[in-house]
């Protein structure tokens, strides 16, 4: 009985932490539509391939000092509409979470239409 009770309360704790860790996901995908996709018009994978990363080492290290790799990237790829969009996103403080959405893209969690 004892052992029962505990299974299920690992088993609710496990399922807590899985929807709080997707919420980041979810809130990056709402920003990034909102703020890049709307503003600039490139759909999260187009921005991996100009952002030219191969692995999610490589995207968080643009993604550091509040994401000025990640605007020079931009920048110097000529998509000065994306840049000012995500700088709008680093203003807003909601840089982290983009930074999930796209670490989820890169790990093969694509939303439709993304």
């Keep these: 009985m ?3 009770k505990i299974a299920l309360a690992a088993l609710l704790a496990g399922g807590l932490f899985v929807s709080t860790a997707s919420a980041d996901y979810n809130k990056g995908f709402k920003y990034y539509n909102k703020y890049v996709k709307k503003k600039s018009g ?5 921005l991996i391939k100009i952002l030219g990363v191969k692995n999610v080492d490589e995207l968080k290290e643009l ?4 994401g000025k790799g990640l605007i020079e990237k931009l920048k110097a790829a000529g998509k000065d509409k994306a840049a000012k969009a995500m700088e709008k996103v680093i203003k807003k403080g909601k840089l982290k979470d983009v930074e999930d959405f796209l670490i989820g893209i890169m790990n093969g969690k694509i939303p439709a239409g993304c």
């Design 2 to 4: 004892k052992f029962s």
């Design 42 to 46: 490139i759909k999260s994978t187009q």
């Design 63 to 66: 993604f550091k000092d509040n």
